[in-house]
T-cell receptor, first 117, second 114 residues
Framework: EAQVTQNPRYLITVTGKKLTVTCSQN?????MSWYRQDPGLGLRQIYY???????DKGDVPEGYKVSRKEKRNFPLILESPSPNQTSLYFC????????????????FGQGTRLTVV | QKEVEQNSGPLSVPEGAIASLNCTYS??????FFWYRQYSGKSPELIMS????GDKEDGRFTAQLNKASQYVSLLIRDSQPSDSATYLC??????????????FGRGTSLIVHP
């Protein structure tokens, strides 16, 4: 079954304690990305990766790190979480845009609800 | 700043009616357009994708795109209570423009009442 798997699904942590949210996809997609979703603000992209070892900032990258050492995995790292990073996080993957320049749809993971106290 | 605008709603329609959801976008070079349905606390799931001007139908769903007016819409015919969710409009730019960041609207809440 084609899927994007995030772990953990729920996490409560304290300010300043480093954490990693894992993301794995089994569709051999080149493009992977992380979003956060907050009430009234919608989905905002944190970081994206066009392929292995290629990552770039999205719209809201401050306070986050990512790495893409393997095609299937794209972990999100919070080195020193703060309460304003309390949010619902989604990982997503898509195939590279085709030669025509058209994106295919993104497949989303189940989400990780993070609370930083 | 690229923007995708949606009316937050809620849009309330009776069961069996047509629900019409609208989205406008600011980036003229956008090429790929998607509608996602999201239930509360769940991940977005794709409903429709559209790339060319005009209508695209899939079952009870019809997506409409007008690039000249920078407008994309989603029609849901014979609305069911199970269609009650938030609908997200997503716009992807042309990669040839050097941007790889999609923009999502904030979503329209749809309520279908029996």
């Amino acid at each position: 079954e084609a899927q994007v798997t995030q772990n953990p699904r729920y996490l409560i942590t304290v300010t300043g304690k480093k954490l990693t949210v894992t993301c794995s996809q089994n569709m051999n997609h080149e493009y992977m990305s992380w979003y956060r979703q907050d009430p009234g603000l919608g989905l905002r992209q944190i970081y994206y990766s066009m392929n292995v070892e290629v990552t770039d900032k999205g719209d809201v990258p401050e306070g986050y790190k990512v790495s893409r050492k393997e095609k299937r995995n794209f972990p999100l790292i919070l080195e020193s979480p703060s309460p304003n990073q309390t949010s619902l996080y989604f990982c997503a993957s898509s195939p590279q845009p085709e030669r025509t320049g058209l994106w295919a749809e993104a497949f989303f993971g189940q989400g990780t609800r993070l609370t930083v106290v | 700043q690229k923007e995708v605008e949606q009316n937050s709603g809620p849009l309330s329609v009776p069961e069996g009616a047509i629900a019409s959801l609208n989205c406008t976008y600011s980036d003229r070079v956008s090429q790929s357009f998607f509608w996602y349905r999201q239930y509360s606390g769940k991940s977005p799931e794709l409903i429709m994708s559209i790339y060319s001007n005009g209508d695209k139908e899939d079952g009870r769903f019809t997506a409409q795109l007008n690039k000249a007016s920078q407008y994309v819409s989603l029609l849901i015919r014979d609305s069911q209570p199970s269609d009650s969710a938030t609908y997200l409009c997503a716009v992807n730019p042309s990669p040839s423009g050097g941007s790889y960041i999609p923009t999502f609207g904030r979503g329209t809440s749809l309520i279908v009442h029996p």
